[in-house]
């Protein structure tokens, strides 16, 4: 996503009998990803959530580049999740997402 849509939500389209009031923005979806899979990996690996990134902290992160940053991890398992869902359907098999 472009860093000048960055912020985009639905609710900005003004569609038509839409109630898109109050839902998350596109990088607010990327901070929720990312801190998600701190928050699942962190009791496994004995790692702790970095200060920077918990909860109300969260806010601060507004910058492209910083969430970017953040979401590193996020954004390599879903690379690798593409290429997965590419060699299921190569096998004619339909992930089970897409169900």
């Known amino acids: 996503m472009p860093e000048d849509k960055f912020n985009f939500t639905p609710e900005s389209l003004k569609i038509a009998r839409a109630d898109y009031k109050g ?6 979806e990327v901070k929720h990803v990312a801190f998600s899979n701190y928050a ?3 009791p496994i690996t004995g790692d702790k959530v970095p200060e920077a ?9 507004t910058a492209k580049p ?3 940053r953040y979401t ?12 997965m869902v590419e060699y299921l359907r190569m096998n004619g098999i339909v992930p089970p997402a897409s169900r």
């Not at 839902?23 to 607010?28: I, L, Y």
């Open 66 to 68: 910083d969430i970017i």
């Open 40 to 42: 699942l990996w962190a």
């Open 23 to 28: 839902v998350r923005t596109f990088a607010w």
């Open 53 to 61: 990134y918990v909860d109300d902290k969260l806010e601060k992160l």
């Open 72 to 83: 590193f991890g996020a954004a390599h398992a879903f690379n690798h999740y593409g290429q």
